[in-house]
């Protein structure tokens, strides 16, 4: 039995919070459209509370999306509600995303409210909300730092009050994976099968994706990610990873998603040049180094077969395609390689004495950029390159 897992993409609401990005409304909408059309089952496309303009893109993007249900982060207060029933009215299908903090340091600190009041106020704008949009997820904030019986309880009201979908979130990303599946099941046990209960994690620790697996293992119904992980500080549970690990997965974890694995290149290339980001080189799955090899060995066996040192082809993933780098590590059958290519060819005498000479100079002048470099570089050191025969019939 596989059962279907529901992805709730925050690419545009968490993703855009992250210091330093700023996206105009029709930058949303394009990043929208690449979410929609990858198949995310539900795209918060903002805090309309935040502005003018914010209010506007989500208006934008809510006229604009075909499949995805769209949704918008609201505090638990009646003229935001009403305000969030205005930018969504034109949702094809419409979320409103209640939360609340529910941890001690947060209820005392910054909300200065006290456990019960919480509970009653959150009440209150579920009932208020309710039969407004077309579901109505309630989260946790802080619920990894949260009295574990306080937050089944919270929980637990809120789907007396009407809650569809309830949310936990490891705000900030502090949780093991153990103390996720815990969690989660503490929870599903409070609302019930009848109330998927989703996981939103953060990647302070590097843990954001081992914990939204973990919260899936344990039953969880729905995956908070973002594409490429942007989000607050360290970031969110990236989409593209736990994409990836899922589909390699399903049997074991009885779990599939909607999402369109052949789109995902495309999503995050659109959100890269949208929000101008840099991803660091060895990102997984979109780093320029992650399906790039250098050095010898590991060349010598992706030649043969891509897949003894890459996990996926990444163009089934609509992913850039695998590279070699030609350097310190290159071996004589990428030598051999690269000359080929370009239907040339050297004796394996003086191919060894080629891949000696390229360790030795690209040790010091870094790596060749291309496949000519080299070729002038052989020459230039006296190689004598001869052409491949081709023999035509
Ligand atoms: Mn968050």
Not at 104 to 130: F, G, Q, S, T, W
Not at 191 to 202: A, M, N, Q, S, Y
Not at 260 to 278: F, Q
């Amino acid at each position: 039995m596989v059962r279907n897992l529901r992805v709730f993409d925050t690419t545009l609401r968490d993703g855009e919070q992250a210091p330093g990005i700023h996206l105009t409304p029709e930058k949303k909408v394009n990043i929208a459209r690449a979410l929609d059309s990858a198949g995310v089952d539900v795209l918060e496309a903002g805090f309309p509370a935040n502005g003018g303009s914010e209010r506007n893109a989500i208006r934008m993007i809510s006229k604009e999306v075909e499949n995805s249900t769209v949704a918008v982060l609201c505090r638990p207060i009646t003229t935001e509600i009403d305000m969030c029933q205005e930018v969504l009215s034109r949702a094809g299908r419409s979320r409103l995303h209640l939360w609340v903090s529910t941890s001690p340091i947060h209820m005392r600190d910054k909300l200065r409210m006290e456990p019960l009041d919480v509970i009653n106020k959150m009440i209150n704008a579920i009932r208020y909300a309710k039969g407004k949009f077309d579901s109505i997820q309630f989260s946790s904030e802080d619920a990894t730092r949260s009295d574990l019986f306080f937050l089944g309880n919270i929980m637990k009201e809120g789907v007396r009050a009407g809650a569809d979908v309830v949310n936990l979130a490891d705000t900030v990303g502090c949780a093991m994976p153990e103390h996720i599946s815990l969690m989660i099941q503490h929870v599903r046990s409070c609302v019930g099968d009848r109330v998927p209960v989703g996981i939103h994690c953060h990647n302070d620790l590097g843990l954001a994706t081992a914990n939204t697996l973990s919260a899936v293992r344990a039953g969880a119904g729905q995956i908070d990610c973002t594409v490429t992980g942007i989000g607050e500080r360290a970031g969110n549970c990236p989409l593209e990873q736990i994409a990836v690990v899922l589909k390699f997965n399903i049997r074991h974890l009885g779990v599939e998603t909607n999402l369109k694995m052949d789109r995902l290149g495309n999503l995050c290339d659109t959100v890269k040049n949208e929000m101008g980001l840099n991803i660091q080189i060895w990102q997984p799955l979109i780093g320029e180094n992650a399906f790039k090899h250098e050095s010898g060995i590991h060349v010598h066996g992706v030649l043969k077969n891509p897949l003894t040192y890459e996990i996926i082809d990444p163009e089934e993933m609509g992913l850039h395609k695998g590279q070699f780098v030609i350097g310190k590590h290159t071996g004589k059958a990428a030598l051999r390689h690269f000359l080929e290519k370009n239907n040339l060819t050297l004796d394996d005498e003086k191919l060894i004495k080629l891949t000696d000479l390229v360790k030795e100079t690209t040790t010091y002048k870094g790596p060749f950029d291309t496949e000519d470099d080299l070729i002038q570089f052989a020459r230039a050191n006296g190689f004598e390159l001869k052409s491949l025969r081709r023999h035509c019939q």
